[in-house]
């Protein structure tokens, strides 16, 4: 019998594990992606801040002029000088991320895209997507010439009620054909929550930001309506806007009703910044039945022959769509397709054209058709 040498064994063993886990922890370590941030100015930064500090992305730069902004989150985040950058071209001559971020106004999203695209490199846009349908087709033109993904993040899209309510619909069929779709969308005001005041100067801009309730909390209804009618463009679109609060919000609306017109069924946009809290929800009545989103984890049922309606708590989403960067992980790999997605550039490319018609129809007083 040939002689086994038990402590050189065991010493291998234990190189062999040493080795795995160091290979594991490298492979850990190269699935963080590296992004560059585009501008500081949108509040949803701190999201990407936050996930900086659990140690779940790299940020390999930034790109923002204003040296307030610069100040603040070099000191929140513990960045050093090196990551800052005053504009982006600069910065991608130096650094080459997996993806941008674009975290500015919404009309200087096409700015991002025509320095990002001719580089090969990916972006993703916090909604909507553009401030005209001008500005989106000619990112969606430079997208599709460079063979780049150009995605827009909406915070709704990584709820579990959503995605369980759309599988309920789609897949299991729970409700029937959809008849209504309505989504009441905002808050008190962006000024009444206490948003920054570099985020307040271009959010109430109607230049910058393309209008006001009705592009920020219009596009959310406008996304999730367009995946549930699988990307097909409505026959019309007529839209009230307010200013109910003119002292506070002189430039733009602050308050928006959409109607949304499909062949069978119709979808209404509830907007505002004058809800007496915040809320994002979706109500969807079906022939048999009805499915309400209440919240990120909550649906709430009824059937066409139950007297009440059922509470459940949605079930978790799937990591690839548990939240943006998970998501853009998995697109960035080939291991998702956006297709006809909330994130899609096809979803928010009619986004876009939604909103520019309710717009229209706002200020002319009259239905637009599609």
């Known amino acids: 019998m040939q002689h086994i040498n038990f402590k050189k064994l065991y010493l291998s063993v234990g190189l062999i594990a040493i080795a795995t886990f160091s290979t594991s922890l490298s492979i850990h370590a190269q699935a963080k992606l590296n992004v560059v941030l585009a501008g500081l100015s949108h ?4 999201l990407i801040m936050n ?14 002029e204003n040296q307030v902004l610069v100040k603040r989150f070099k000191e929140r985040a513990k960045l050093p000088d090196s990551v800052f950058f005053t504009n982006l071209t600069d910065l991608l001559k130096v650094r080459k991320p997996d993806v941008v971020l674009a975290f500015n106004a919404i009309e200087d999203h096409l700015a991002v895209v025509e320095v990002a695209a001719p580089l090969g490199i990916s972006v993703m846009v916090e909604k909507p997507l553009a401030v005209s349908v001008k500005h989106a087709e000619r990112m969606a033109q430079l997208a599709r010439q460079y063979n780049i993904h150009l995605l827009t993040n909406y915070e709704t899209t ?5 995605q369980e309510a759309y599988t309920r619909f789609k897949n299991d069929k729970a409700i029937g054909d959809i008849r209504k779709m309505v989504f009441h969308d905002g808050h008190q005001g962006p000024k009444e929550i206490g948003v920054s005041k570099e985020f307040l100067s271009w959010l109430t801009d109607p230049k910058k930001n393309g209008g006001g309730a009705i592009i920020d909390f219009g596009c959310y209804g406008a996304n999730m309506m367009t995946w549930l009618m699988d990307g097909a463009m409505p026959i019309s679109v007529t839209a009230i806007t307010k200013r109910i ?4 919000y002189p430039k733009v609306d602050d308050d928006a009703t ?7 069924a119709t979808g209404i946009i509830e907007a505002s910044w004058n809800w007496p809290f915040n ?16 919240n990120a984890n909550t649906l709430r049922t009824k059937t066409s022959n139950s007297n009440n309606y059922t509470l459940v708590t949605a079930k978790p989403l799937a990591k690839a769509y548990s939240s943006h960067l998970d998501y853009l992980s998995a697109v960035l790999k080939g291991g998702v397709k956006p297709g006809k997605d909330l994130s899609s550039l096809e979803n928010n490319l009619i986004v876009v054209r939604i909103l520019e018609a309710a717009k ?6 009259k239905k637009i058709m599609l």
């Open 245 to 248: 609060k003119p002292d506070v």
């Open 279 to 294: 809320i994002k929800d979706m109500e969807l009545f079906g022939q048999s039945g009805y499915i309400q989103a209440v």
């Open 51 to 64: 996930s900086y500090a659990k140690g779940e992305v790299n940020i390999i730069g930034i790109a923002e």
């Open 258 to 264: 959409i109607l949304v017109e499909y062949p069978n």
């Open 158 to 162: 990584w709820y579990d009620s959503n």
């Open 360 to 365: 229209q129809s706002a200020k002319s007083g």
């Open 43 to 46: 509040d949803h930064v701190n």
